[in-house]
């Protein structure tokens, strides 16, 4: 079964924000019977991995050290989840998760919505960011 | 520069939300007594072209907007904003098409009205809220995205542009062609046009095309479905805590509240 993934690209750290992503990230790969995988890609990278690596499965960090840059960061997402090819990508309501979210939909030949309620599993197509 | 600023019909999001109705077979909403209104970001977006026009003079801005025969009407309001040029792509097929399909006609007509450098969207329309048309309209024309921005001057040929963030504000210089999302700042609350100019921009010419003339043809389920559409429901009690004293009363308030919230 395909993984889920949560990106994590906020500065903000494992807030409660990440934590909630991680939790909806939890139900749904349960739901799938499938493992949770975070992509951790911040300035606080290796801080972020060791908290989150204690509700996921799989922690993968994507070192660059600098400062958010869109282009870099979505080519490293396409990449990385390319080679997962996850059941789904979920990303947290942050201003860069939500800038990169439709775009690396698009590359990944996904969808993307908004969803600030409850995911439910009632089928599966195809990949879904 | 040339700059094309995308706008949004969407029914009036401020009416009373007991008047709010959706149609559950339909999977929309329905118009009932609302408005059409041009949405708020995207005015937003065009305030902010309009501004930019002012401090570089060589500046032309054309308006777009992929909906019914009634989005006319806010591209006539953007003309006597005096926006220079509006063009309208007529959806006579589906009353709510997905981000993509949206994107895919906006990309389609932008290729057919020419060349431009900056290309602007709200962030997010008030009717669905889905905020995807920046980042996918930016892959379908190859270009890249900012998001988020509220004011941008031009600086050396290129750009610099000011954008919110979780925390604070960024300070970002790009070149052009680009998509930038706008959010709304006390900085570019829409004018609202003279009342001449109003009527002005109905003698003003305004270019209309179909999805055929586009060379577009729709999809169904090629993105998403909408499987449900419903208002949730709101459920409140009320409880009175008891307690024969002041103190009483208070550790009994403190439980309950200790008993509802672990439920959550």
């Given at each position: 079964m395909n993984d889920v993934v949560i990106c994590l690209l906020s500065?903000?750290?494992?807030?409660r924000a990440a934590q909630g992503l991680a939790g909806a990230g939890r139900r749904l790969a349960e739901q799938l019977g499938s493992q949770l995988t975070a992509i951790v890609l911040s300035q606080q990278s290796p801080a972020i991995a060791q908290e989150v690596a204690t509700v996921v499965d799989k922690v993968i960090v994507v070192v660059?050290?600098?400062?958010?840059?869109p282009e870099p960061a979505l080519s490293a997402l396409t990449k990385v989840c390319s080679r997962l090819s996850p059941a789904a990508i979920l990303f947290g309501n942050d201003t860069y998760s939500q800038e990169v979210t439709p775009r690396l939909a698009h590359r990944l030949g996904g969808a993307t919505d908004d969803a600030d309620g409850e995911l439910r599993v009632c089928g599966r197509r195809g990949q879904e960011a | 520069m040339n700059i094309l600023v995308c706008l949004k019909q969407i029914?009036?999001?401020?009416?009373?939300a007991r008047e709010f109705r959706v149609n559950p077979a339909k999977r929309e909403a329905e118009r009932g007594n609302a408005n059409l209104v041009t949405n708020i970001f995207c005015e937003n977006a065009l305030e902010t072209a309009l501004q930019f026009r002012e401090t570089l003079s060589e500046t032309k801005i054309t308006v777009l907007s992929f909906g019914a025969s009634t989005a006319e009407d806010s591209l006539r309001k953007a003309l006597a904003m005096k926006a220079d040029a509006a063009a309208l792509v007529i959806?006579?097929?589906?009353s709510n098409p997905d981000p993509l399909t949206v994107t895919q006609v906006l990309a389609a007509a932008i290729r057919k009205l020419g060349s431009f450098d900056l290309i602007m969207v709200g962030r997010?329309?008030?009717?669905?809220?889905?905020?995807?048309t920046a980042g996918l309209l930016a892959e379908e024309l190859k270009m890249p995205c900012v998001s988020f921005v509220d004011r941008i001057e031009p600086m050396n040929g290129g750009l610099r542009l000011n954008r919110q963030t979780d925390s604070g504000s960024e300070v970002l210089e790009a070149q052009t062609p680009l998509v930038v999302s706008i959010t709304n700042d006390e900085h570019n609350v829409p004018r609202i046009p003279k009342v001449r100019d109003v009527m002005m921009s109905y003698r003003q010419p305004l270019t209309q095309w179909t999805l055929a003339d586009l060379g577009y043809q729709l999809e169904d389920d090629k993105y998403y479905q909408v499987v449900d559409l419903s208002i949730p429901q709101k459920e409140s009690r009320c409880e009175f805590v008891t307690g024969d004293t002041l103190d009483e009363r208070v550790e009994s308030l403190a439980k309950r509240i200790t008993e509802v919230t672990s439920l959550l």
């Amino acid at each position: 079964m395909n993984d889920v993934v949560i990106c994590l690209l906020s500065p903000a750290g494992f807030d409660r924000a990440a934590q909630g992503l991680a939790g909806a990230g939890r139900r749904l790969a349960e739901q799938l019977g499938s493992q949770l995988t975070a992509i951790v890609l911040s300035q606080q990278s290796p801080a972020i991995a060791q908290e989150v690596a204690t509700v996921v499965d799989k922690v993968i960090v994507v070192v660059d050290g600098g400062e958010y840059q869109p282009e870099p960061a979505l080519s490293a997402l396409t990449k990385v989840c390319s080679r997962l090819s996850p059941a789904a990508i979920l990303f947290g309501n942050d201003t860069y998760s939500q800038e990169v979210t439709p775009r690396l939909a698009h590359r990944l030949g996904g969808a993307t919505d908004d969803a600030d309620g409850e995911l439910r599993v009632c089928g599966r197509r195809g990949q879904e960011a | 520069m040339n700059i094309l600023v995308c706008l949004k019909q969407i029914l009036d999001p401020e009416i009373p939300a007991r008047e709010f109705r959706v149609n559950p077979a339909k999977r929309e909403a329905e118009r009932g007594n609302a408005n059409l209104v041009t949405n708020i970001f995207c005015e937003n977006a065009l305030e902010t072209a309009l501004q930019f026009r002012e401090t570089l003079s060589e500046t032309k801005i054309t308006v777009l907007s992929f909906g019914a025969s009634t989005a006319e009407d806010s591209l006539r309001k953007a003309l006597a904003m005096k926006a220079d040029a509006a063009a309208l792509v007529i959806n006579d097929k589906t009353s709510n098409p997905d981000p993509l399909t949206v994107t895919q006609v906006l990309a389609a007509a932008i290729r057919k009205l020419g060349s431009f450098d900056l290309i602007m969207v709200g962030r997010e329309a008030g009717d669905w809220g889905a905020g995807q048309t920046a980042g996918l309209l930016a892959e379908e024309l190859k270009m890249p995205c900012v998001s988020f921005v509220d004011r941008i001057e031009p600086m050396n040929g290129g750009l610099r542009l000011n954008r919110q963030t979780d925390s604070g504000s960024e300070v970002l210089e790009a070149q052009t062609p680009l998509v930038v999302s706008i959010t709304n700042d006390e900085h570019n609350v829409p004018r609202i046009p003279k009342v001449r100019d109003v009527m002005m921009s109905y003698r003003q010419p305004l270019t209309q095309w179909t999805l055929a003339d586009l060379g577009y043809q729709l999809e169904d389920d090629k993105y998403y479905q909408v499987v449900d559409l419903s208002i949730p429901q709101k459920e409140s009690r009320c409880e009175f805590v008891t307690g024969d004293t002041l103190d009483e009363r208070v550790e009994s308030l403190a439980k309950r509240i200790t008993e509802v919230t672990s439920l959550l």
